[in-house]
């Protein structure tokens, strides 16, 4: 009986040896016909159980000899916020296959490669079965390829309109003012220290979807700490748990069902509704009730909607029809039987929105707030032109269409370009071959083929930060060594710098000129009915980078349709908080207030420096991506003050490099770079 267990056993090990065998065989020929430079992996990125193991592997992984494991980067998904540059200069090409057993996958930071990508959507699809899991309410515009992502895209696109703008700019004058208030306290003064940015800025965020999207008001809690916190789940830290204020009939909260919700996506996303709803686990069950209470809130709002619109007659311009539900509604009437949504497809369209629109434009102000605490001269460069714009106007007085592109072309959309090229929220944009013949591609104008389904990753962490692609200046070393340790040692692309996006008059002219061109191409191609506006990733006052080069928002068919909104939202909220305030750093850590008042300027430096190095430690390695890139460990405490009442200087690096020369560790690259003058790559 042993030995028949022990045969079966050994010919299941030689059975899946085998197959493993000849299926990496397979794929390692795709690879050498591709005309790619590629590298062989162990194992495929999305394979479930490395999905779900390789987080307890790694640190096991990490004890081999250093030589054995040099493909490790290669199969941790998304490394490239992580490694960034290095693990492209590594391999020795900028667009190169990995290859498993079980999956080809082209990684790229070339910025032609990614535009040619983006640009040929049939032959390089979405990989949609990844995205399947959105689909907990309905189909959706995120999750469908082919016909159906059409028929989402033209009803969900037509509500991004400049009239939804204007709520989305108003509804973040109100929060922003609300969330300010509650930093500052209602005397203004300040100076407290806040840890709940990143909390806050979220909630922030998915108060304006709310409104501007789903035409639901939420109002800022009057004081955070007397929030009623569901204390037995989730973090109870996070104060957005609040769980007053139930509508009838509902168990939850609207804002505690989202997130319940969101906090939770992985449980909805992972397990089946049955799991969720009979394992008698208090996650699982809280999951499930945050699930059905959302869609319950959301299927009464379609319902109110659709009274308050009386489909069917027209209904004059009022704010309730401006929001994006409205159009989603507004689309079941219309003659174009494309652009129609079931009713669960607009709720599944309403879930995918107010994820993707949420942690996105948070995660931005909450980043922005931080690199302008660490670079107060940027901080205040900014803060002039937020003077030049608005002219001590309050924010009651500030005008959507007059002063959105002054604060578009200014120094604050400087910093939310740069923002978003050192953190992208998706840092490697998906795309594929699957279900897609093999597919031609020139690569430094040569002609390579894409193998039949390959999954693509357009690596934006790197080609934001690739030389080759952007203008470089000498590194500045912030805190006196490089942002990453092997990433852009020798050029700035590392480093925080929204100065690279400010251009002389003239550049800013041609800007214009090229723009207007490319609108008019992408109308031609797009047949004008996807709404897809290819026209303002960046301000055209601002530097413009090449083709491909710069895509935290994705670009061509399937572009973010929530540009504009998040962009809109971003701006506001730094403007609203910048005007009056500065952020500086917390240093509560290392130095009391009274001992603070007492020092000078390189004293300062000294304890400014540690709390400084602590959030560029974190920004680089406490960092990850469960939907989008978010800091998941810790958190950063920073103080408001009334602009003038600064307690450290705005040269404050500087000061302390000055002093500690012998600390500044700039020079040469690590002599641990084993793989330096090897070529990795097989192929090509
Ligand atoms: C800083 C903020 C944001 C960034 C960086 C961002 C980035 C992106 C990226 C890279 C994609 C393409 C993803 C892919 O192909 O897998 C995308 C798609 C999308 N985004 Fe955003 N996004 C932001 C904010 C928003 C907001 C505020 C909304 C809605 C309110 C939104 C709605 C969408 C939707 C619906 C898609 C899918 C479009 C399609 O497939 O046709 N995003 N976004």
Known sequence: MLRLLAYTVLAAVLYYGGTTAVSWRRNVKKAQQSGLPYILVPVFFLHPLWLAGHVFLLPLFSRLPRSWMTWIEYCIPDFGYAHRMDAFERVGADTFLTVAPSGLVMYTCDADVINQVVQRRNDFPKPSPIYRALKIYGGNVVSAEGNVWRQHRKAVSPPFTEKNNHLVWQETIDQSLAMLSSWVGRDGKGDKTIDRVADDT???????????????????????????????????????????????????????????????????????????????????????????????????????????LDVGKEVKESSESMDILAGLVKSQTK?????????????????????AGHETAANSIHFSMLYLALHRQSQLRLQKDVDDIFNGKPPSEWDYDRDLPQLFGSMVGAVLNEELRLVSPV?????????????????????VTVPAETYIGLVVAASHRNPKLWPISPPTYPGGKPVHPRSNLDNDLEEFRPERWIV??????????????????????????????????????????????????????????????????????????????????????YATDEEVAKMDDNAKADVWQKAAEDVREKMLNNMAAVITLQMRKGTVPIRLVPRGQEKFPPNVDQIWKTNHPEKCTTKGRPDWRPWDGKQMYHGA
Request: proline fraction near 4%; charged fraction near 30%.
């Open 202 to 308: 979220m909630r922030l965020s998915l108060h304006v979807i709310s409104r501007a999207g789903f035409g639901r008001k939420l109002e800022w809690p009057e004081d955070n700490t007397d929030v009623q916190v569901d204390k037995d789940y989730v973090d109870p830290s996070k104060i957005q748990n609040d769980m007053a204020g139930a509508d009838e009939g509902h168990s939850m909260s609207y804002a505690y069902a989202i997130h319940c919700l969101l906090d939770n996506i992985l449980f909805q996303l992972l397990f089946p509704r049955w799991l969720l709803r009979t394992v008698p686990l208090k996650a699982f069950r809280k999951a499930n009730e945050a699930y059905s209470e959302w869609g319950n809130y959301m299927r009464e709002a379609v319902e109110k909607k659709r009274t308050d």
């Open 335 to 355: 003659a174009d039987k494309q652009a129609h949504l079931e009713d669960s497809e607009i709720l599944g369209n309403m879930f995918v929105l107010i994820l």
């Open 427 to 447: 840092v490697a944009i998906p795309k594929s071959t699957w279900g897609a013949p093999d597919a031609p591609l020139t690569v430094d104008g040569k002609t």
């Open 504 to 589: 002389t008059e003239e550049e800013s002219r041609s800007n214009k000129d090229a723009r207007q061109q490319k609108k008019e191409n992408m109308a031609a191609r797009a047949g004008g009915d996807l709404n897809i506006d290819e026209t303002s990733d960046t301000s055209e006052r601002l530097y413009k980078p090449s083709k491909g080069a710069y895509a935290p928002f994705s670009d061509g068919h399937r572009s973010c349709i929530g540009r504009r909104f998040a962009q809109v939202e971003i701006l506001v909220a730094l403007a609203i908080i910048f005007q009056n305030y500065s952020v500086e750093l917390a240093v509560d850590s």
